[in-house]
């Protein structure tokens, strides 16, 4: 048993080193990203609400919308747009990364894009995040990078569960890894420091870590559909969306010219929606596709999807969120578990939290990775033994 310590030690360890900085970095960032929705939607709120000239108001069909959009954002088409049940919510329509432009829905009147220097702190957050802050071909490698020391802090989770674990299950024990200790100094300090911090993050943070597998690797993702006897649905673009990085590209896309008649078929699929989003099809014969946010629904971020032939507006393919498979169920809830949105903002503090106690066990273990290091220059200088790993009682002391 103390072998296979000492391989899960240096195991732990080596990771920790190898891939401590991207970790930092990760989680840095991650705690940055906790609270970005609630954040943006501040920021935006003065042209997220609009006033109903009348009580029950028609609102402007989809195909005037898009007209008025074009008009305000000239030489840019909209990639989708947003209308909530709310009515005095604002339509959005998202301009890719160039950002979001807000219209009132009942007259058109273009209400501005809400706050950009927010949204681009954001974007530049989460392409450290996810990338690196790499761009072009170089976010393969920096995604690269990412996933694997992803999948390296899902280890250090793992194991350093396991080694904190006490042999005995006293008192001292316990409060040795599970209360931040005041008073101490150096290598105590950051002794206590890593284990408590990682007594209360260590779970959280494998679900974090985990469902960041399954967005990093297509292996881990049809391994999701696999355990739960789930057909893998087949990789392809999501619904033929227009490049926003190239503009030429999306300028050569019309919007239907039955928009109104298949946005109404589309209202009169289901009821008790909370919004209905509609992105434009690259080519006029591919099907026209809408995603419903449905109130009631345990997950807060559960969709149906509805597909449209353009031209006689009949159904091609309908997916109820009540109707998906179990591993597309779970699949919907692997990115905003990542972030504790799905936990709505008690999980959101919680991931926060747990992010910013990954970024100081990643100080605390390389601080306590590098006295060892100096310890043992000295001790081999000096021509004394080596000790490779000291007891766990002795780790502490300073």
């Known amino acids: 048993m103390k072998r296979f310590r000492k391989i899960i030690f240096w195991c732990h360890l080596s990771a920790g080193v190898t891939a401590g900085l991207v970790i930092l970095n990760m989680s840095v960032t991650g705690a940055l990203l906790a609270f970005q929705p609630q954040i943006e939607r501040f920021a935006d709120r003065k042209v997220r609400t609009v006033e109903p000239p009348t009580p029950g108001a028609e609102r402007l069909g989809a195909q005037e919308l898009f007209a008025k959009a074009r008009e305000a954002r000239p030489g840019i088409l909209p990639a989708s747009l947003t209308l909530q049940a709310e009515p005095t919510a604002a339509a959005s329509f998202s301009l890719g990364r160039e950002g979001v432009l807000y219209v009132n829905p009942y007259t058109g009147e273009a209400l501005g894009e809400g706050s950009k220097g927010v949204r681009a ?14 761009r072009g071909e170089g976010r393969a490698t920096g ?29 001292k024990s316990l409060s040795s890894v599970t209360i931040f200790k ?3 100094k150096g290598r105590a300090r950051d002794f206590n420091w890593h284990n408590a911090t990682g007594f209360w993050c260590a779970l959280v943070l494998a679900v974090l870590t985990a469902t960041g597998m399954v967005m990093s690797y297509q292996w881990a993702n049809n391994l999701l559909y696999t355990l739960t006897g789930s057909q893998i649905p087949p990789q392809q673009n999501p619904q033929g ?60 971020m559960a969709s149906s999807q509805l597909t449209l032939d353009p031209a006689t507006a009949e159904v091609v393919r309908w997916e109820p969120y009540t109707g998906l498979s179990l ?71 300073d």
């Open 182 to 184: 005041r008073g101490l």
């Open 241 to 300: 969306a227009p490049n926003p990085a190239n503009q030429s590209e999306a300028n050569r896309i019309e919007v239907p010219a039955n928009l109104n008649h298949l946005w109404s078929r589309a209202e009169e699929q289901t009821s008790g929606w909370q919004s209905i989003s509609l992105r434009l099809p690259q080519r006029p014969d591919m099907p026209v596709s809408f995603t419903f946010r449905e109130s009631g629904m345990w997950n807060p």
């Open 327 to 397: 591993g597309r169920r779970l699949r919907s809830w692997v990115r905003f578990t990542h972030t504790g949105e799905t936990g709505r903002l008690p999980g959101q503090i919680i991931a926060c939290l747990a992010s910013l106690g990954g970024a100081l066990l990643v100080w605390t273990g390389l601080s306590l990775a590098l006295r060892r290091f100096r310890a043992w220059r000295m001790r081999a200088q000096s021509g004394e033994p080596v000790q490779a790993i000291p007891r766990l009682a002795e780790a502490g002391e």
């Open 143 to 171: 995604r690269a990078v990412t996933g694997a020391c992803n999948a390296a802090f899902l280890v250090l989770a793992m194991s350093g569960l396991f080694l904190w674990w006490p042999k005995n299950w006293t008192r």
């Open 121 to 134: 702190f954001f974007q530049t957050v989460t392409d450290w995040h996810r990338w690196l802050g790499t």
